[in-house]
């Protein structure tokens, strides 16, 4: 099948891999344009992109396409029989989603109608979820509302980060959309009963609030590591808490309860595992706790 494939993060590059060894003819990759990324800032292109150039496919990496004819014109004449889109990151216009004879297929990381939008593995650790899995679906205008082709579930275990999360659900949908493209299931709409949205998560986001419950606490940590990481304040020092289990353990929210780092919530207690102070390396927090100054070591805000 003649295919164009649109994706950018690390998320998407076991797809793209997946399509070219099921034999697919990859007429072109589209990909986010290259960025500035390290201490230099060099241009750097994104994961895909670079998979894509040592695979020697054809890459486009416009910075938009929305209203964009002459991109619309291109995408058209690449004569595609589909279209497989993975976090590509930019809106598809109506004209690009109908130039495909068999229309364009997003790798959706969620059980739709489930965690709609930019964030739905850390949203479903964050809610607690039991499960997750990716849905193939056939894209519409609407934000991840299309008609379903396949669905695959995952299970979140009580210790399941992001990045563990993340890495299963990039294996299903690789194997997911192979699938789909070989057998065309029937495309079944989306109930709107139940339908939620995973907002895109800013920095903000990381606070710790010391009066939430341990429970969400810990999956706060879990979900948001390693972006936008979690954090919280003693004394002056702004900490990344980059690992942490709940305990038992009683007190004012924010009150460390022992050498091991442990710290009271709203209800039980916060076990800090792995930390980090300013421009320090990661430590226990027994070891952070030994490296500050006693006047430090009483409360987090």
């Known amino acids: 099948m003649r295919l164009a494939f649109l994706g950018s993060p690390d998320f998407a590059v076991p797809a793209l891999h997946a399509l070219r060894d099921a034999g ?44 964009d004819a002459a991109e619309h014109d291109a995408f058209a004449a690449l004569s595609l029989d589909a279209a497989v889109v993975v976090a590509y990151g930019l809106i598809l216009p109506a004209p690009m989603l109908a130039a495909p004879r068999r229309g364009c297929l997003n790798i959706h990381a969620s059980l739709l109608p489930r965690w709609r939008g930019a964030a739905p593995i850390q949203a479903a650790i964050l809610a607690g979820d039991r499960e997750s899995g990716v849905t193939i679906m056939r894209m519409d205008e609407g934000l991840d509302t299309g008609p379903m082709l396949l669905r ?60 939430r419950d341990a429970a969400s606490l810990d999956r706060q940590v879990r979900a948001l590591n390693p972006w936008p990481g979690t954090f919280g304040q003693l004394g002056a020092e702004m900490i990344k808490i980059l690992a942490a289990h709940p305990v038992a353990g009683s007190g004012v929210a924010g009150t460390i309860l022992d050498t091991d780092l442990t710290v009271a919530c709203g209800a039980g207690a916060l076990r800090l595992d792995r930390v980090q102070r300013p421009g320090r390396p990661a430590m226990s927090g027994g070891e952070l706790l030994r490296g500050i100054p006693d006047g430090m070591r009483q409360t987090f805000s």
């Open 152 to 211: 695959g579930t995952v299970p979140i275990t009580d210790r399941m980060t992001t990045p563990d999360l993340h890495d299963a659900l990039s294996a299903l949908g690789a194997r997911l959309i192979v699938q789909a493209l070989a057998d065309m299931p029937p495309a079944v709409p989306q109930p709107d009963e139940g339908a939620t949205y995973a907002a895109k998560l800013s920095r903000a986001d990381g606070r710790i609030d010391w009066g």
């Open 24 to 67: 697919h003819d990859i007429a072109c990759v589209y990909s986010q344009p290259p960025r500035p990324a390290g201490r230099r800032n060099a241009l750097t292109p994104t994961a895909v992109h670079a998979a894509a150039d040592a695979m020697g496919l054809m890459v486009r990496t416009p910075a938009r396409v929305r209203r």
